[in-house]
C-alpha cells in the first residue's frame, strides 16, 4: 500500500508532467463564399491565376490551453481557416506563424498576413495560425522569440484543431504543412523542431518553408542592436520575454532612464510597431543598462547571451523537406539568418534543406508577398505527389517574374 507522502508525491508529479491540452472554444467569424473570395481578390488586384481560389471557407477563432514556460496551465487563442469540404478529397493541414505583433486584440480581418492564411485556405488547405501565448484572447504576456513558448504554443493549436476537426466532421489527410514569416519563420523552425523530435508519433512534417526568419539571434541578428535600425521596437520585447523566461537581472535594471520607465507602459498590447517605434531611439542597444549591455558585450557566459543561444535554431539536423525563404534587401531580418542555418544544417548533416530566393530588390515588407507565393507553388507540389518537392509550373513562375518586375 502507498503512503500517504508517495500518495502526494505522484498526485505532485502528475500535475507537473502531464499538462492537459484541451480545446475550450472554437467561434465561426464568417463564411466567406466563393464568389465572395473572388470579389476580394479583385478588389485587392490578386491575380487568381497565381493565387487560385477553389473553394470557400470558414474562419473560426480557437481558444485552447497550452503552457506557461513554468509548465502551468493557461489559455492561449489563434484562427483557423477551414474549406469548404468538398466530398472527393480530405484537406491537408498547415500551420501559418504569424511575424512580430505587439498589439494584443488579434484582427478578425483578411488583412494583411490573414490574408496570406486566406491565399492558402481558399486553395484546399486547412490553415491553423495561432496568436502564440500572451497574445490574441490568451493569458499571461507574449514571450518574444522564445523558440520554446512558439512551438509549445503552435503544437497544442494543432492538437485542438484535431478535436475540432472531429466535431465538426472535418475530413483531413496526412500532409502536414509549416510556414511562417518574419518572427513566423523563427516560430515555424522552432515548431518544425519540437514536432520531428517530440513528436515524431504523432505527426509527420510534409514540407516546411520558414520565411524571413531570425534563426541567428547570436550571430547574424545580433550586429543591428548596436547601430541605427529601422526597428528599435524589437529589443526591448525581446528582453521582457527573456528575462522572464530566464531571470536575467532585476526588472529596474534591465533598462536606463527614461527608457526603464517607459518601455513597461508603451508595450501594453495597445500599440502597434510603428507607434512604439516614435518613443524609442534609433539606435536599439541605446535603451539598454550600460551594465547590462557591458556584460553581454564582454562576458559570453552571461545569462542574457546563454538565452539567446537556447533561443537559436541553426545547430540541428532537419530531416523532412525545409527550404529557407529570404529577400537580397531585406534590412530588418537580414537574409545572411538563412544562409548561415543552411550552411549549419548540411554541416550536421540535413540532406533535406536548401535556399530559396525570392527576390533580390525586395524589403521586408514585400519580400513577405514573393516568399508566401513562392511556398504555396512548392506545397502544391507535394500534393500532387512530388517526394523533395518541385518549383512549380513554368507559366505560374514566369507570371510572378512579371509581378516582381513591375513593382
Known amino acids: 500500500m502507498l503512503s500517504r507522502f508517495s500518495i502526494l508525491f505522484l498526485g505532485v508529479l502528475f500535475s507537473l508532467n502531464l499538462h492537459s491540452q484541451e480545446l475550450i472554444s472554437h467561434t465561426l467569424i464568417h463564411h466567406y463564399t466563393q464568389n465572395e473570395l473572388e470579389q ?15 473553394n470557400g471557407f470558414k474562419l473560426y477563432e480557437i481558444i485552447y490551453t497550452t503552457s506557461w514556460h513554468d509548465g502551468s496551465t493557461i489559455k492561449a487563442s489563434g484562427l483557423c481557416f477551414i474549406p469548404d469540404n468538398f466530398s472527393e478529397e480530405t484537406l491537408p493541414q498547415l500551420i501559418y506563424h504569424h511575424g512580430t505583433r505587439t498589439l494584443k486584440k488579434t484582427n478578425l480581418h483578411l488583412e494583411s498576413e490573414n490574408a496570406i492564411s486566406a491565399g492558402f485556405a481558399a486553395d484546399g488547405y486547412l490553415v491553423i495560425m495561432p496568436d502564440y501565448i500572451g497574445l490574441g484572447k490568451g493569458d499571461k504576456f507574449h514571450l518574444y522569440q522564445n523558440s520554446e513558448s512558439e512551438a509549445t504554443a503552435c503544437i497544442d493549436m494543432l492538437l485542438a484543431i484535431q478535436e475540432l476537426n472531429t466535431k465538426l466532421l472535418i475530413a483531413t489527410n496526412e500532409k502536414l504543412f509549416l510556414t511562417g514569416y518574419s518572427q513566423g519563420g523563427h516560430a515555424c523552425l522552432a515548431t518544425q523542431k519540437k514536432l520531428e523530435t517530440e513528436y515524431a508519433n504523432q505527426f509527420t512534417i510534409t514540407a516546411s518553408s520558414p520565411m524571413s526568419g531570425a534563426y541567428d ?13 529601422p526597428e528599435p521596437v524589437y529589443l526591448p520585447y525581446l528582453l521582457m520575454g527573456m528575462n522572464e523566461v530566464y531571470n536575467i537581472t532585476d526588472d529596474d535594471k534591465l533598462f536606463q532612464a527614461p527608457y526603464d520607465s517607459l518601455i513597461p507602459i508603451i508595450y501594453n498590447g495597445e500599440l502597434n510597431l510603428q507607434e512604439i517605434n516614435t518613443y524609442l531611439p534609433e539606435i536599439p542597444a541605446d535603451v539598454v543598462h550600460p551594465d547590462l549591455l557591458k556584460e553581454y558585450l564582454e562576458n559570453p557566459d552571461f545569462k542574457f547571451n546563454v538565452a539567446l543561444k537556447e533561443n537559436d535554431l541553426l545547430d540541428w539536423n532537419p530531416t523532412v523537406p525545409t527550404q529557407l525563404c529570404y529577400c537580397n534587401s531585406d534590412k530588418i531580418v537580414l537574409h545572411e539568418n538563412a544562409k548561415v542555418a543552411v550552411k549549419q544544417m548540411k554541416k550536421n548533416g540535413s540532406k533535406t534543406i536548401k535556399l530559396r530566393r525570392a527576390a533580390k530588390k525586395f524589403g521586408h515588407v514585400n519580400c513577405a508577398i514573393f516568399t508566401s507565393i513562392y511556398t504555396k507553388i512548392w506545397f502544391d507540389s507535394f500534393r500532387k505527389g512530388s517526394k523533395k518537392g518541385s518549383k512549380g509550373p513554368w507559366l505560374k513562375r514566369f507570371l510572378l517574374y512579371l509581378q516582381k518586375v513591375r513593382m
Open 217 to 229: 539571434m547570436t550571430g547574424v541578428q545580433a550586429t543591428v542592436m548596436l547601430k541605427p535600425y
Open 40 to 54: 476580394k481578390w479583385k478588389e485587392n488586384k490578386i491575380n487568381e491565376w497565381i493565387v487560385p481560389i477553389s
